[in-house]
Structures are given as C-alpha cells and as structure tokens.
C-alpha cells in the first residue's frame, strides 16, 4: 500500500477566494489522481495528475476553476480557485502504488465556503 | 463508459449477524479489478476487498467475502459477524487502467 497525507485537513473559505490542496506520498508513484466528494454523495474523478505534463480532466472540470501540479512523483497540488458554496465538498487524493492495481486514498481535506 | 449501481442506499444489521450488499456494474471490458471501499465518519476510504475480474474465486478478507458473478456482472460483499465498528458508508468500486468508477453507496448500520 502507501501512506498518504493531505494538507489542509479541513478549511473554513469565503467565496471568491481559492484554497490550495496538498498530496503527499511516501513512495513514487505514477498513478495520481484527484476526487470531489459533495455533501451526502459518491466520489467523482476531477483529474488525473500528470508528472511532468498537463493533468487530464474529466468532463464537467476544468483547468482555469480546478489547477493541478506535479511536480515530482511523490507530490501533487490542487487549487478550488474563485470559490462558491457549491464548491463545499470533500477533496481527495488517491495513487495507484506500482504493481498493486489497488487505489489508496488520502485522508481527505474538508472545504466548507461562506 | 463503465457504470456502478447500488441500489439500496442504507441498510442496517444486527450485531453478530450476516449482511450482504450489493453492487451491479456496466462494462464491455474483459479485464478489470472490483473493490469494496468502506468510509466511515472519519471520512476516510479504507478498502476493505479487492477482486480481479480474470479469478474465478471469490476473494475473501477475514469477515468479508465477496460474491463475484462476472457473466451477471455483479459483486456483492458479505460482511459475517457483524461488529458496531462496521457502520460506515461502503463503496463498491469498477477499475480499468487505473480509471476507478464509484456506486452511489450503502449506509451500513450495525445495532448492537
């Protein structure tokens, strides 16, 4: 498996401002990838986080609201810019450990916005 | 594209009993990986059992057993001697290449 951690765990925001998520993981990993989760609801894949490229987003997100870094295989950011109360939700992060085939996920940061 | 479906949004068990949830899914995939996810109120998603669509055996973890019936594409858990540790939220999951889909969930209560 991997140990993972995210920073902040939990936020308190006023609209319009943008919050900056951190994913840290004890080992390289390729495999990164980014999830909403909205009061009461399942997860839903944002993107894929790249190293060393562009990350890939699904449908319904975008670059310019939702900002992705990589900058090595251990390490991912991801930025809620000019935020809403829609935007309340919890953000994970997951990897893909090499060989395993299994998703693991961070603990999660909650974002509530005023 | 794959899709997920739970349909019994919350279910509740006795302490010490048996329970099953259930998970159907969509794909034309031929080799793929299933998973059971439980998410407490602590928010964290723990996985609980992992399946590869390719064994014919069902996987089991301890308490939890799985029910893998690849031509009906379904895959339900089993969770035995259920604890009051067990209420969560569970997820049964679909991924391909690293591409995961999520149900909707199952709202497990254990009343002791």
């Known amino acids: 498996s991997a140990v993972i951690s995210q920073k902040p765990s939990r936020d308190i925001c006023q609209r319009g401002t943008s919050l900056t998520i951190q994913c840290q993981v004890d080992?390289?990993?390729?495999?990164m990838f980014w999830y909403r989760q909205q009061p009461g609801q399942s997860l839903t894949l944002i993107a894929t986080?790249?190293?060393?490229?562009?990350?890939?987003?699904e449908s319904g997100f975008v670059i310019d609201k939702f900002p992705i870094s990589r900058p090595n295989l251990t390490f991912s950011t991801l930025t809620v810019s000019n935020m809403s109360p829609e935007d309340s939700s919890i953000y994970l992060c997951?990897?893909?450990?090499?060989?395993?085939?299994?998703?693991?996920f961070g603990p999660g940061t909650r974002l509530t916005v005023l | 594209a794959q899709t997920v479906t739970q349909s019994q949004p919350e279910m509740s068990v006795q302490e010490a009993e048996t329970v099953t949830l259930s998970c159907t899914y969509d794909?034309?995939?031929?080799?793929?990986?299933l998973f059971w996810y439980k998410q407490p109120p602590s928010r964290q998603m723990i996985l609980v059992i992992r399946?590869?669509?390719?064994?014919?055996q069902n996987a089991t973890e301890n308490r939890f057993s799985v029910n893998f019936q690849k031509a009906a594409k379904s895959f339900s858990l089993k969770i035995s001697d259920s604890q009051l540790g067990d209420t969560a939220m569970y997820f049964c999951?679909?991924?391909?290449?690293?591409?995961?889909?999520f149900g909707a969930g199952t709202r497990l209560t254990v009343k002791p």
């Open positions: 997951s990897v893909v450990p090499g060989g395993t085939d299994t998703q693991y």
């Open positions: 080992s390289q990993v390729t495999m």
């Open positions: 986080a790249n190293q060393g490229s562009e990350a890939t987003y």
């Open positions: 794909t034309s995939e031929s080799n793929y990986y």
């Open positions: 399946q590869e669509a390719y064994k014919q």
């Open positions: 999951a679909f991924m391909k290449q690293g591409d995961m889909r």
